[in-house]
């Protein structure tokens, strides 16, 4: 098979992660005897700065061309004091509504070798084993009206969360359908003590369960899932909520796994004509500028989201399973990066994504 992917290496530790997710998407190609065609494009802080924009037109032609787009992490510090508009997380936001990857997958699971490594209670972390499934192309991230407006006390911001039954039944189907290949319960997370949003989102669950019999469906509300979570995780399979909450609790969700530095992530959208998901892959984490350059990030949560690729964008499930297989052969051996706090010393990232591709 021939796989082409598009890498948007981004900023901070972006590039460094998405060197290694390279180097392990290449070698598992050898193995399995499939060819790679990799192409690069600007998203984010380092687009801004050769462009004048976070997601040039190119970079978007780019991913509409390309089988499946691997991500880094975007954000530069120097954009702290930017607006939303001119800032790098715009090309993320924007690259993901151009695609129209509606599910933004987030799966968490805690490892054996890092129960240490949260610092919750073991017997509470262990076996721990859900997925956030998050809605990605709407609510307060993309509502209008939205701005800043006025003049001092009476200055205003605006933002506005909005959903339609459509947007909703879309991202529950995606829920349903994985809930369905697991453990047969979905958790929907809504504010419907509060929020019309909610409200619309909890009925249109209701709804599309109805199509799923064999799913068992439960509704939390927001806060006390986030207690939940850290709680008795245990309890959840798999989760879906809109794009705001799921980008709290998935962070809630790094002390699970023992760092964030280990969340993989896949946004899906429609399948193509020929059957595989048009998807968009990235870390949880973020550009971590403190730590960018060092070559001490952890790679794992980018070389996790090259598995995700094999799996929905080309459909190559034993591919995927060697990947997640060689990552957790790692983990066992202690071949981590400083952020999962190993027993001796903590490898550089190179080291990390060496390591996958020999286990490979
Ligand atoms: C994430 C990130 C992004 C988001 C930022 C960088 C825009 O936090 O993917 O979780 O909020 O979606
Ligand atoms: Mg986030």
Redesign the pocket.
């Known amino acids: 098979m021939q796989l082409n992917v598009l890498t948007l290496p981004g900023d901070g530790i972006g590039v460094e992660v998405t060197r290694e997710a390279v180097r392990v998407l290449e070698a598992v190609c050898r193995k399995f005897q499939h060819t790679v065609k990799l192409t690069e494009g600007l998203l984010g802080g380092i687009a801004i700065h050769k462009t004048g924009q976070a997601m040039p037109p190119q970079t978007a032609e780019l991913a509409l061309d390309a089988d499946a787009t691997l991500m880094g992490a ?2 530069l510090p120097e954009f702290d004091e930017a607006p939303p508009e001119r800032r790098p ?1 715009k090309g ?2 924007g690259i993901r509504k151009i695609l129209g990857v509606y599910a933004n997958l987030r799966p968490v699971r805690a490892y054996k070798a890092l129960i240490d490594s949260s610092p919750l209670k073991n017997h509470l972390v262990e076996g721990t084993d859900l997925i956030i499934v998050r809605e990605l192309n709407g609510g307060i991230y993309y509502g209008t009206p939205r701005g800043i407006s006025g003049e001092g006390e009476e200055e205003r911001g605006t933002n506005t969360m909005t959903y339609t039954r459509a947007e909703i039944a879309r991202v529950c189907r995606m829920a349903f359908n994985l809930a369905r290949q697991r453990r047969k319960k979905l958790t929907s997370v809504d504010k419907s003590n509060v929020l019309e949003t909610s409200q619309l989102w909890r009925r249109v669950a209701v709804e599309v369960a109805a199509g799923f019999p064999d799913v068992t469906l439960e509704h939390i509300l927001v806060d006390n899932c986030a207690m939940q979570l850290v709680l008795n995780p245990k309890r959840f399979d798999v989760l879906v909520m809109e794009n705001m909450f799921g ?1 709290i609790l ?1 962070d809630e969700g790094a002390v699970l796994a023992g760092s964030i530095g280990m969340l993989p992530s896949a946004s899906i959208g429609e399948r193509k004509p020929n059957g595989a998901w048009v998807g968009l892959y990235e870390p ?1 984490h ?1 550009s971590a500028p403190d730590i960018a350059g060092q070559n001490k990030a952890n790679p794992l949560g980018a070389i996790g989201s090259v598995a995700a690729m094999l799996e929905y964008s080309f459909g190559l499930t034993a591919e995927a399973a060697v990947v997640n297989h060689a990552i957790e052969s790692v983990l066992n051996a202690g071949k981590v990066t400083a952020d999962l706090k190993p027993a001796g010393a903590p490898l550089t990232t190179a080291q990390v994504g060496e390591a996958v591709c020999a286990a490979l």
């Open positions: 975007v954000g997380e993320l936001l980008d998935s949880v973020g």
